[in-house]
C-alpha cells in the first residue's frame, strides 16, 4: 500500500486533508469567514490548476482509505 494513504484514523485523515486546504485552497489574503450576503470571492489567476491536483490527489487518497476500512471490516466477518 502507498505510504500515508492507509492505515490510520478517520481524524488523522481529515487533518491531512485540511493542511492540504489550508497550503492549496487558502491563499495569502483570502476572506478568514463566509459572510453570506458577500459577493462571490474572486480566485487569483492559477487558482485552478494546483486546486484541482490536490483534488484529484485527495479523492485517489480517500478511494484507497475506503477500500482498506471496507477490506479491515470484511476480513473480521
Known amino acids: ?3 500515508g494513504l492507509a492505515p490510520g484514523t478517520a481524524k488523522a485523515w481529515a487533518l ?3 493542511e492540504v486546504a489550508k497550503t492549496t485552497a487558502y ?4 476572506p478568514t469567514g463566509c459572510d453570506h450576503d458577500a459577493a462571490p ?3 487569483p489567476p ?3 490548476g494546483p486546486a ?6 485527495q479523492f485517489e487518497k480517500a478511494g484507497v482509505r475506503l ?4 477490506n479491515t471490516l ?4
Do not use: C, H, I
Open 1 to 3: 500500500m502507498n505510504e
Open 16 to 18: 491531512e486533508s485540511f
Open 27 to 30: 491563499w495569502p489574503g483570502a
Open 41 to 43: 470571492v474572486t480566485l
Open 46 to 48: 492559477g487558482y485552478d
Open 52 to 57: 484541482s491536483a490536490a483534488v484529484a490527489q
Open 67 to 70: 477500500a482498506w476500512v471496507l
Open 74 to 77: 470484511l476480513a473480521k466477518r
